[in-house]
């Protein structure tokens, strides 16, 4: 979609997955215990264990959801290039141009008016897709809760949210490009990481609580557990925070995120029902790993390098395409809002072709906080049985290929992998542990 290469890289990472209720631990036969001490634990064969304890009929079911998704961003690139180029080609950008510029004489209110209509129409356009996508799609295979209308509702907020950072990019990037006709790639790469700061800043403050209500949890059970792992990680939280996603979906989600006293711990109601305690524990250990290890600079620094290629390919591919179809599209130069279709489709065929790279930079800082969780958690099952949860809706066992293409976290194969690792490092000589095969 249009707006969506402004808003490249500032997607929310919540680690979500559909699960069975907590209250039920797993069958005795699936976990055996023995204290055998001729007995040696075996990483590699206790993976296995745990990925057999999934029934095949569930294994079959998340595969296909997740290989869907392989389709869905294809599609989902396609789509976008070509509203982009509709827009160029019917000369509609040009006309939302002409429209601003007869309404207002001012160019910051003709760049906000041409961005607003922009996002309606392109919103309309994605409709589509979007509604199969997030809503069809996700209701058939039970991870949405959420009824149509309430859903609409949602996304018409997510709408007004775009129209607002949309306006707001444009306004200041065509200002940039105004003032810089000859170096507007550099500041442009510029503006992109600034703007990257500032909502992973405001987002979790101001943006996520227009779609969920968030309550500090009361139960000491839960909260002080918690707060005993941030306190000894240094992390300036006082509270721990529920926020009700089971509106929504079925998935389990967590994040630990702010800046300068906005720090907060929170994670949504059905991690709350669905998981035991060590099963929260890993998981919010995994997700003050990332705090801890300044994955949001780590991550500002990747989108800056990715910003920079970008913009720099971009400058000489704008001038040639304004050189050879400016005409027929009636696009002036690079301070013309008419030609924000051509930097959009630009950065979406970059973003495409760099789907795996971006996916390893993802994937590396997961895999770090993986490491820091179950360091922290000390809980190599409850990271097994997240992992295995997480499964419901991500391919569990991946070939290599696909892991490097399509995976922005770590598999659950390589997820257990790790914690059955650091378990045979940690376990007492003669004290092996592990589920066994199930014949489910």
Known sequence: MIQRSILLALALFLTLCNIAPAQESLPSTEIASTTEASKTFDPAKATMAWLATVPAEKRAKSDAYFEGGYWLI????????????FLLASRISARLRDLAEHVTHFKALQNALYAILLVLITAILNFPLGVYQNFFREHAYGLATQAFVPW???????????????????????????????????????????????????????????????????DPAIREPILALARANEIPAKQVL????????????????????????????????????????AVMAHEMGHYVLNHGTKLTIYFGIFALAGFALARPIFERAVERWGNKWRVRDIA???????????????????????NTASRTTEREADAFGINTAREPDGMAKVALKLG????????????????????????????MDWKAAHLPAGTPSAPESSTQ
């Open 392 to 419: 419901a809706y991500r391919k569990l066992d991946p070939t290599p290929l696909e892991e490097f293409i399509f995976f922005d976290h770590p598999s659950g194969r390589a997820r257990i992998r790790m914690a």
């Open 74 to 85: 294809l599609w989902n690139f396609l789509l976008s290039a070509a509203i982009a180029m």
């Open 152 to 218: 609409f509702g949602e996304q018409l907020i997510a709408l007004l949210v775009q129209l607002i950072v949309t306006v707001l990019s444009l306004v200041v990037l065509y200002w940039v490009f105004r003032h810089a006709l000859r170096s507007w790639w550099l500041w442009g790469t510029g503006f992109a990481v600034l703007f990257l700061i500032v909502g992973m800043l405001l987002a979790p403050v101001y943006i996520e609580p227009l779609f969920n209500t968030y309550r500090p949890i009361e």
């Open 336 to 358: 013309d809002p008419a030609g924000f279709p051509i930097l959009v489709l630009i950065f979406l065929t970059f973003a495409f072709l760099l789907t795996p790279i971006i």
């Open 242 to 281: 529920e926020f009700d996603a089971s509106r929504q979906t079925t998935r389990i989600g967590a994040n630990v995120a702010g800046f300068l006293g906005t720090t907060r711990i929170a994670l949504n109601d059905n991690l709350l029902k669905q998981c035991t305690l060590a099963e929260i524990r």
